[in-house]
């Protein structure tokens, strides 16, 4: 990954799944990050068994006990991550960590949907709150005025669920305050943009792509994009991003996602990945943009 040298880096949820692709990734790189925190719930744990080998054998792997749903261990995080940094700042903070519940429209419940909003859109608010310090100080200690995630960013793992332009996987999976949680999480991001970009901070939000996870796979069915596709096409994402791109909605390709509005599938990618839910018409009404300049979205996923 030429394009992406990052000191430090924090990911949420790193312990299986994505965040673990992402810091095995990191690993791999040509010049690995001198610090990488892995958060997780329950670092001696069974699930976090993976993740504890790779520690063992690399010491620039920091695991954090972090649970994002919870202020006080975000508090003990920060205060963690900044005495391993010293006087360095965070350069990227990566909000991977997400829960699903399969609820359908009615079946959903204040307990399960006040859950999911905690830990999906609340607990990236309260980490980036608690980290701005350190992704201050990076951004402060970096040269050149524009913005990177070399320099310092907030990258919020978001979902094609969270877009409204979008009712991908309605038909499979209704997951409606998983839905909701992520649409707030794509709000929160325009939101962080607009606060942070004087700071010298980016903020994006990515959609990971319909991926081969415990998270993914919950509903029986078998997503198209692998842990390593997913990872890859991310950091090469965070890699080329600049100032521009601050307060996007980016899927693991590069490619925009509209936050609302008309989104149709390139007939090419339909073939590739066919998806029942998506109109058969190959262009749109007259009031949207024309097929040609919509993202294609078909292969994304929940």
């Not at 320099?151 to 839905?179: E, P």
């Not at 929160?188 to 990971?208: D, M, N």
């Not at 007939?267 to 190959?282: D, F, I, N, T």
Request: hydrophobic content about 40%.
């Amino acid at each position: 990954m030429a394009g992406l040298h990052v000191r430090s880096l924090l990911v949420t949820g790193a312990n299986r799944g994505i965040g673990l692709g992402l810091v095995q990734h990191f690993l791999k790189m040509p010049k690995p990050p001198q610090w990488i925190f892995a958060g997780c719930r329950d670092p001696k744990g069974q699930r976090a068994q993976e993740l504890q080998n790779l520690a063992s054998k690399h010491p620039n792997i920091i695991i954090i006990p972090l649970e994002v749903a919870n202020p006080a261990s975000i508090k003990a995080a920060a205060a963690k991550v900044g005495e391993h940094l010293g006087g360095s700042g965070l350069n990227l903070l990566i909000n991977n960590a997400g829960i699903v519940k399969l609820n359908s429209l009615d079946t959903e419940t204040l307990e399960d949907m006040s859950e999911i909003y905690t830990t999906n859109t609340v607990g990236p608010l309260l980490m980036a709150q608690a980290f701005l310090p350190l992704l201050k100080k990076a951004a402060q200690g970096s040269p050149g005025s524009g913005l990177s995630c070399n320099k310092a960013a907030i990258v919020n793992i978001s979902s094609i669920g969270g877009s409204i332009a979008s009712s991908f996987g309605w038909d499979l999976m209704q997951v409606t305050s998983y839905r909701c949680s992520k649409a707030a999480l794509n709000m929160l991001t325009k939101c962080q943009s607009l606060g942070y970009r004087e700071h010298g901070i980016l903020c994006v939000a990515l959609h990971p792509g319909w991926v081969q996870t415990d998270m993914g796979s919950s509903a029986g069915h078998t997503p198209p994009v692998t842990v390593d596709g997913s990872v890859q096409g991310m950091l090469k994402v965070l890699s080329s991003i600049s100032e521009k791109d601050t307060g996007t909605f980016l899927d693991w390709e590069g490619n925009a996602i509209p936050w609302a509005g008309c989104s149709l599938p390139s007939q090419e990618k339909l073939q590739r990945w066919p998806v029942r839910g998506w109109p058969a018409q190959s262009g749109c009404p007259s009031h949207c943009a024309p097929l040609s300049e919509v993202p294609a979205e078909e292969d994304n996923g929940l």
